[in-house]
């Protein structure tokens, strides 16, 4: 036998069982996103590798070390994208978009990172994410934030995450705190570890979201960013926690909060959970107002989040709130000369009839007790049964699957349709 070719380590395939689950999230997903007048973008999976170095930042763990970065047969360099808001950026000033108008927009897909594979962290993995652009209030930050929150209570996992959230002032902020915090590392150099040695030179910012222990007691003592805010900084910062207060979203400031992609100013947030080990940030986000303009557009101000569907359908499945979907609410089974042609017939005549109802057709005939073993498996609440004489009366039979003892009746097509409803909005 030929040897099986397995897929790439971190990119998984989703099975029946995944999938109609995944809809159903989804589904949910979507139809906020759409209540709250938000609109869907499609943009390409591959882009110019120059767009992410450009929007992302060369010194981000991304750029660094996570893309999927090829050349093409023309020589170009691509990279699948590792996150959506720098196509969506690239799309919207291409198709002039955000000049003088305001968008607010999502997308759903995969991303590509090549990280170490463990458990809520892939190779390809989704993201729903939001972008919002044209709009500078902290109004719209809060409108962003209670989306997701709406989210989380549709899910009833709202108890289950944190929202944790902090300011990153403005640029000329960050860089007079920069300098205060490169002088604060050097003066512990030798109390640092590798990757933040190698950070204080490189991207200071992010050794504030150290995991090692001793730094981050180190920590404790260092200068804090919101120390070097001025008074617009200021202003954003608490409007958006007193819209969050009294929207009833309960958040912690996190003054370590940066998050790993360069474009963010201003809001930073992130929601975490317990439940999902060291993999708990589900979605993260932030306003981003130079990242139109870096990348060529018209000074433009943005906002938004994305939304890591792994870990959404880990958390929702670790905490029982989503289950599989059987496959079939009726199985049509059939025995005898011409049924099959007519078990096709009546299938799709129930199809018709019964809207959103998933009909199943039992297809190579057999033995009835194999064809009910089917039926019971798919799950489906109804077995349609067509014999000789069904085909003969032009009837069906029908069997409640739920409730065994009940007896099997005959049916004209038109009553079947009014029987199986009934048994199954039961
Ligand atoms: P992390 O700190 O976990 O690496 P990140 O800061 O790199 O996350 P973002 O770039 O902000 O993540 O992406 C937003 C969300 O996408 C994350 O909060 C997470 O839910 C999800 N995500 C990011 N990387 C992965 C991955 N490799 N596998 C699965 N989900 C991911
Ligand atoms: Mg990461």
């Given at each position: 036998m030929a040897q099986t070719v397995q897929a790439i380590r971190g990119m998984n395939d989703l099975l029946p069982e995944n999938t109609s689950v995944w809809q159903k999230i989804e589904k949910v997903i979507r139809s906020t996103l759409t209540s709250y007048g938000y609109q869907e973008v499609r943009m390409p999976i591959v882009e110019k590798t120059?767009?992410?170095?450009?929007?992302?930042?060369?010194?981000?763990?991304?750029?660094?070390?996570?893309?999927?970065?090829?050349?093409?047969?023309?020589?170009?360099?691509?990279?699948?994208?590792?996150?959506?808001?720098?196509?969506?950026?690239?799309?919207?000033?291409?198709?002039?978009?955000?000049?003088?108008?305001?968008?607010?927009?999502?997308?759903?897909?995969?991303?590509?990172?090549?990280?170490?594979?463990?458990k809520g962290r892939y190779r390809q993995f989704h993201q729903t994410g939001v972008e919002v652009f044209g709009l500078t209030g902290p109004d719209i930050d809060a409108e962003i934030i209670a989306l997701t929150y709406s989210l989380w209570k549709k899910f009833g996992i709202e108890n289950d995450l944190e929202l944790q959230i902090n300011s990153l002032g403005s640029s000329e902020e960050r860089a007079e705190y920069k300098k205060a915090l490169v002088a604060f590392l050097e003066a512990h150099f030798d109390e640092l570890d590798e990757d933040c040695k190698r950070r204080t030179h490189t991207n200071p910012l992010r050794v504030l979201d150290t995991k090692d222990e001793n730094v981050a007691e180190l920590l404790k003592s260092a200068p804090k960013l919101s120390d070097y805010f001025g008074e617009e900084t200021k202003a954003h910062f608490d409007s958006l926690l007193s819209y969050l207060d009294k929207l009833g979203i309960k958040y912690t400031i996190n003054h370590r909060l940066v998050r790993g992609l360069d474009y963010y100013n201003l809001t930073v947030f992130e929601w975490v959970t317990t439940a999902l080990g060291a993999q708990g940030t589900v979605c993260g986000g932030g306003r981003y107002d130079t990242l139109v303009e870096q990348l060529g557009g018209a000074p433009t101000k943005a906002v938004g989040f994305a939304l890591g569907m792994e870990r959404l359908v880990l958390l929702l499945e670790t905490l029982q709130k989503v289950k599989a979907d059987s496959a079939a609410d009726v199985y049509v089974l059939g025995s005898g000369e011409g049924c099959e042609l007519r078990q096709l017939q009546v299938s799709s005549f129930l199809r018709d009839a019964l809207e959103d109802v998933r009909v199943f057709n039992h297809c190579g005939g057999g033995k009835f007790k194999k064809q009910f073993q089917r039926a019971d498996k798919s799950g489906a609440k109804v077995a349609v049964i067509i014999g000789e004489s069904e085909i003969a009366n032009n009837t069906v039979t029908i069997k409640n699957m739920c409730d065994k003892d009940s007896e099997q009746k005959e049916y004209t097509l038109e009553e079947s349709v009014k029987i199986i409803k009934s048994i199954i909005n039961k």
């Open positions: 120059n767009l992410f170095c450009r929007a992302i930042g060369e010194v981000t763990d991304v750029v660094e070390k996570e893309m999927y970065s090829f050349e093409d047969r023309s020589k170009e360099h691509l990279s699948l994208r590792p996150e959506g808001t720098a196509g969506c950026v690239r799309a919207c000033i291409e198709h002039n978009m955000i000049y003088n108008q305001e968008q607010r927009l999502w997308y759903m897909g995969p991303m590509f990172r090549h990280e170490r594979p463990q």
